[in-house]
Nanobody
Framework: QVQLVESGGGLVQPGGSLTLSCAAS????????MAWYRQAPGKERELVAR???????NYADSVKDRFTISTDNAKNRVYLQMNNLKPEDTAVYYC???????????????WGQGTLVTVSS
């Protein structure tokens, strides 16, 4: 079974920082493009940041210059460093990855269960 497990969410004051982590586990050959999405109450899920296998990144305009996505490809982990957090960043953050499954050699689009980030004073 292939899965993504997020960690690092929590409550933080405006202007504070958090780092989210997502680890891929199971019968994995490797992960390709990895990304973070978020969904705020009453809103649709949106892309926050994405990083390709080659290291290219793209960010939502609302988080540029505040968030940084990175990977540790050897361990199939992706991180999201979030600085200068704002109340509007409050959401459930989801990890997403394209994963090559060892047993079948098929690519799967896998989602984590989500981790809640609350920005409030």
């Amino acid at each position: 079974q292939v899965q993504l497990v997020e960690s690092g969410g929590g409550l933080v004051q405006p202007g504070g920082s958090l780092t989210l982590s997502c680890a891929a586990s199971g019968s994995i050959v490797r992960a390709n493009t990895m990304a973070w999405y978020r969904q705020a109450p009453g809103k649709e899920r949106e892309l926050v940041a994405r990083i390709t296998d080659g290291g290219s990144t793209n960010y939502a305009d609302s988080v540029k210059d505040r968030f940084t996505i990175s990977t540790d490809n050897a361990k199939n982990r992706v991180y999201l460093q979030m600085n200068n957090l704002k109340p509007e960043d409050t959401a459930v953050y989801y990890c997403n990855a394209d994963i090559l499954v060892q047993d079948t050699l098929y690519w799967l689009d896998v989602w984590g269960q989500g981790t809640l980030v609350t920005v409030s004073s």
